[in-house]
Nanobody, 128 residues
Framework: QVQLVESGGGLVQAGVSLILSCAAS????????MGWFRQAPGKEREFVAA????????YYADSVKGRFTISRDNAGNTAYLRMNTLKPEDTAVYYC?????????????????????WGQGTQVTVSE
C-alpha cells in the first residue's frame, strides 16, 4: 500500500506561482508513475501532469504545458507540481496519484483509471 498526502494549496492571485507537494509513504518502491489531476466544481477530474519514476519521462496537459512543472526529490518520496502564471481557470482541487504499473509511450499516465493510489486533494483557488 502507498499513502499520499498533498499540501501547498491556497488562495492566490492570477499571475503568481504556487508549489504543490505530495508526500508518499508505505511501499514507495512499487511506484512507477506519479501524476497530478484536478477537478473543478461541476467538471470531471482531468489530467494535469505526470512523470515516469523509472524512466524520467514527463507528460503535461496542453492547458498547463510551459507553465507547470512536475518533479520529485532525490529520495523519490515527494513529488512536486510547480505552477507558474496561474490563471482563474486553474482553480480546482488538485489530487496527487501514484501508479504501480510501468508504462511506455506518449500517452502514459493520462487517465485517472491508470492510477492505483490517490491523495485527499488540496484546493487551489486563483482570483482575478
Amino acid at each position: 500500500q502507498v499513502q499520499l498526502v498533498e499540501s501547498g494549496g491556497g488562495l492566490v492571485q492570477a499571475g503568481v506561482s504556487l508549489i504543490l507537494s505530495c508526500a508518499a509513504s508505505g511501499r514507495t518502491s512499487s511506484i512507477y508513475g506519479m501524476g497530478w489531476f484536478r477537478q473543478a466544481p461541476g467538471k470531471e477530474r482531468e489530467f494535469v501532469a505526470a512523470s515516469s519514476v523509472k524512466r524520467g519521462s514527463t507528460y503535461y496537459a496542453d492547458s498547463v504545458k510551459g507553465r507547470f512543472t512536475i518533479s520529485r526529490d532525490n529520495a523519490g518520496n515527494t513529488a512536486y507540481l510547480r505552477m507558474n502564471t496561474l490563471k482563474p481557470e486553474d482553480t480546482a482541487v488538485y489530487y496527487c496519484a501514484a501508479d504501480a504499473s510501468d508504462c511506455v509511450g506518449g500517452g502514459c499516465y493520462h487517465s485517472a483509471n491508470e492510477f492505483d493510489y490517490w491523495g485527499q486533494g488540496t484546493q487551489v483557488t486563483v482570483s482575478e
